[in-house]
């Protein structure tokens, strides 16, 4: 007995320090050699927190806004949320390719071209946008009208959609830049950027949408854009500080600031399919919403809430294959093909078992969690019947977000971009439509469409996983 004790106090112990260390962060991790399972627990775990935190920043605008009572203002960041998917997806892709790259290199163990990489995707991402920001500034009305908002929802929204995609370069720099850091491995240094950018939005929301602060009086739903544009900035100028001013494992330095266009192509090359990847999928979201806009606002309102809560439940899960993404890269730059295809399935075992306790969640305690961010019978109705159905699913969305990063972290993003367009463009929008609009099934049809199409894209990721083309890719 004794001996029982002592070895599972000896296993809680390094437990814990495994926490502490996948936490703290190492400049010099090689996760290339070694354990695997180690290896996804100390990139995992910092990747998950760090995308709790991100999918925090969405619940705490709509639930302050909320508080407003005001539903065209919950419609707009609803509405406004399905656009801006678009731009977190060229965030997202243009990451990927930066992780692609980075883990390549410093798999290699060549970390002054790992570095290099990093600065010029940052010159491709504030190019891009820069054009972002013009379409959002001068055409924000245009962009709420598109999406079938009412005029009042437009009066009331329009502010709110301009700042949001004039400040979008922060939201840009945030995502590739924590790309860049876990490409190199260093999560943690990710994750504490997306911290302090979140704790800063969590303070000036209430502030500065409900009470005002000092001179500044209550801003109502701009007050939300503006306290996410500023908490984001300050993640951006922390990253900055320790992408160029720290030890980590990546540090820019002044031979690595002049534009390399080749290089710059060969970033673009990875991150345009990947980009294109994220769009096709967010892109179909946004059709989604705009059939359900013609079921009327609370039916906008509750599939935009469900949309917001199942990425705060699902961005964990992301985070979890982010490893995968960091593991086969770094893997791949090391030549070992076979290391890094176990990574990938360990990966996907832990991300199950997390989408497991998800789906429970969805199907025994919705409406608590729905009314808890809104009050309004209505919208809690449409937001409860889209998460118990579509979170049948979520076991086969595991597998599928680990695999998809698998590819991306290979620089084989034509593959999921091939399976994105395939299953989004040409199942689930004309299923949905054909369901909730030909056979009169309304929102309920758009959710069974969701549920389908999910599992159909992960049953063909799989199976193309398995072929293992995506080992002999060059970057």
Request: glycine letters at 10%; proline letters at 3%; hydrophobic letters at 55%.
């Amino acid at each position: 007995m004794s001996y029982q004790n002592n070895a599972s106090g000896i296993r809680v112990k390094s437990f814990f320090a495994l926490l502490k260390q996948a936490v703290l962060g190492s400049e010099h991790q090689d996760f290339t050699s070694g354990s695997i399972r180690r290896a996804v627990v100390l990139l995992a775990i910092p990747m998950v927190l760090e995308m709790i935190m991100e999918s925090v920043f969405a619940l705490v605008d709509i639930y302050v806004v909320g508080k407003l009572g005001v539903t065209e203002a919950v419609t707009t960041i609803a509405l406004t949320e399905f656009v801006l998917t678009i731009v977190y997806s060229i965030g997202i892709g243009l990451s990927m390719a930066a992780t692609a790259m980075v883990a390549r290199r410093v798999g290699e163990k060549d970390h002054d071209a790992a570095a290099r990489s990093g600065m010029q995707a940052i010159y491709l991402g504030i190019l891009v946008s820069l054009v972002i920001t013009i379409i959002g500034a001068v055409f924000p009305a245009d962009i709420l009208r598109l999406m079938g908002a009412t005029e009042e929802t437009v009066r009331i929204g329009t502010p709110y959609t301009r700042i949001v995609f004039a400040s979008n370069v922060v939201v840009m720099l945030l995502f590739l830049i924590n790309g860049i850091f876990r490409g190199s491995g260093d999560a943690a240094m990710a994750m504490r950027s997306l911290w302090l950018a979140n704790i800063c939005n969590i303070i000036l929301c209430p502030l500065l949408v409900l009470y005002g602060i000092g001179p500044i009086p209550a801003l109502g739903i701009t007050g939300a854009a503006l306290a996410t544009s500023i908490g984001r900035g300050i993640g951006v100028l922390y990253q900055l500080y320790h992408l160029f001013g720290s030890k980590r494992i990546i540090k820019i330095r002044r031979a690595h600031v002049a534009p390399d266009w080749k290089l710059i192509r060969a970033i673009f090359k990875l991150g345009w399919t990947a980009t294109l990847q994220f769009i096709i999928a967010s892109a179909s979201w946004m059709v989604l919403g705009r059939i359900m806009a013609a079921f009327g606002p609370a039916a906008v309102a509750g599939y935009g809430l469900s949309i917001r809560l199942i990425m705060f439940f699902l961005l964990p899960a992301w985070g979890i294959s982010n490893a995968a993404a960091t593991l086969v890269g770094q893997n791949l730059g090391a030549r070992q093909p076979d290391r890094a295809e176990r990574s990938v399935w360990t990966t996907a075992k832990y991300n199950t078992v997390f989408m497991i306790f998800v789906t429970l969640i969805f199907l025994f305690m919705a409406t608590p969690i729905v009314e808890f961010m809104n009050k309004d019978a209505h919208v809690v109705r449409y937001a409860v019947q889209a998460l118990q159905i579509m979170s049948l699913g979520y076991i086969f969305y595991g597998v599928g977000m680990v695999v998809t990063n698998a590819f991306n972290g290979a620089g084989d993003t034509k593959t999921p971009t091939l399976i994105n367009l395939f299953g989004f463009w040409l199942f689930q929008i004309p299923l949905a439509g054909a369901l909730a609009l030909l056979l009169d099934m309304g929102p309920k049809g758009v959710f069974i469409a969701v549920l389908v199409s999910e599992t159909a894209i992960t049953i063909a990721g799989v199976i193309l996983f398995r072929r293992g083309a995506w080992k002999t890719v060059q970057i």
